[in-house]
Nanobody, 124 residues
Framework: VQLQASGGGLVQPGGSLRLACAAS????????VGWFRRAPGKEREFVAA????????DYADSVKGRFTISRDNAKNTAYLRMNSLRPEDTAVYYC??????????????????WGQGTLVTVSS
C-alpha cells in the first residue's frame, strides 16, 4: 500500500487548507486512517484519525473544532480539512493507514503504512 499526501502550502493565519491522502489499494475501506504532523524541532504528534467507514473519528485537543477528517472510499482517498489555521500548525503532515484496527487513534505502532508528508506553513 502506498499513500500519497498532498495539498500542503503556505497560508495566512486564519486561513484554510484541505489535505488529501490517496491510497494505491482497492480495499481502502478496510484501512483505518490517521493524520500526524511534525513541527520543526518537535516530535511527531497525532492530529486526527478515522475508522474504516468514516463513522468514528478522533482528534487531538489542539485541533478539535478546527480540523475535520473525512474519507471517500470510492476514491481511495482520505482528507484533512483545516480551518482557522495558526502559526503553531506549521508542520509536515503525514497520513498513515492501519490494516488491523477499526480506528487506530494516536498510537503510531498500530499503523502499517505511511505517506511521504506534505508541508503546511502558516505565516503572514
Amino acid at each position: 500500500v502506498q499513500l500519497q499526501a498532498s495539498g500542503g502550502g503556505l497560508v495566512q493565519p486564519g486561513g484554510s487548507l484541505r489535505l488529501a491522502c490517496a491510497a494505491s489499494v482497492r480495499t481502502f475501506s478496510h484501512y483505518a486512517v490517521g493524520w500526524f504532523r511534525r513541527a520543526p524541532g518537535k516530535e511527531r504528534e497525532f492530529v486526527a484519525a478515522i475508522s474504516w467507514g468514516g463513522i468514528s473519528t478522533d482528534y487531538a485537543d489542539s485541533v478539535k473544532g478546527r480540523f475535520t477528517i473525512s474519507r471517500d472510499n470510492a476514491k481511495n482517498t482520505a482528507y484533512l480539512r483545516m480551518n482557522s489555521l495558526r502559526p503553531e500548525d506549521t508542520a509536515v503532515y503525514y497520513c498513515a493507514a492501519s490494516s488491523t484496527e477499526y480506528i487506530a487513534g494516536a498510537d503510531t505502532r498500530l499503523y502499517d503504512y505511511w505517506g511521504q508528508g506534505t508541508l503546511v506553513t502558516v505565516s503572514s
